[in-house]
């Protein structure tokens, strides 16, 4: 296979590994610990009912995932996507004070929902915040025209708002109300 049809293969296989693990563990007939992790060879054996798939191809995945958006444990048996359940699982990020900001980039057709909602995680378990505004321009991009909120997350967290921060680096949150959310763009 050439390199190019390599790489869309990597992308394709990894979306659909992204869909597994953070939404529907049971279209492979596989399921998740309540802490998100699957069993590696349960997961492979579930792809190759549907497509062409080995081990060494999901450790590339893994390993070179820009978002870096999954996990091995030690021994490389088990295997779990970091952040962006729909389904109930604890990642089991640690609770941490954030900087004073983090932001959160979206596209133009949302704003009126947050403008009168705030940010809430719609089907996903938390709200993902970044650290900068290039990331949450690089995010909001995906959804059309970027908008970038900066959130007083220092505030929030003084005002008894849980934080948690994921091993990728991505702040997380149940929402943000309206009143601690500033557009920036």
Not at 57 to 75: P, S
Not at 143 to 157: A, D, E, F, N, T
């Amino acid at each position: 296979m050439d390199t190019n049809n390599h790489q869309k293969k990597l992308v394709n296989d990894g979306k659909f590994i992204s869909l597994i693990l953070r939404h529907h563990p049971e279209e492979i007939g596989i399921k998740l610990d309540q802490h998100g992790w699957a069993d590696v060879d349960e997961l492979i054996a579930g792809i190759k009912k549907t497509r062409d798939f080995s081990r060494e191809e999901l450790e590339e995945i893994v390993n070179t995932n820009n978002k870096h958006r999954y996990a091995f444990n030690e021994d490389h048996s088990k295997i779990r996507a970091l952040q962006g359940h729909s389904i109930p699982v604890d990642v089991e990020m640690p609770e941490k004070e954030p900087p004073e900001y983090l932001y959160h980039g979206t596209g133009e057709k949302y704003v009126s929902s947050i403008d009168k909602e705030g940010l809430i995680p719609k089907e996903r378990l938390y709200v993902h915040l970044s650290k900068d505004v290039e990331t949450a321009i690089t995010v909001g991009k995906r959804h059309g025209k970027p908008i970038v909120y900066r959130v007083l997350s220092g505030q929030m967290y003084k005002d008894g708002f849980q934080f948690l921060l994921s091993e990728n680096d991505v702040w997380q949150t149940k929402t943000v109300p309206v009143k601690y959310l500033e557009k920036l763009s």
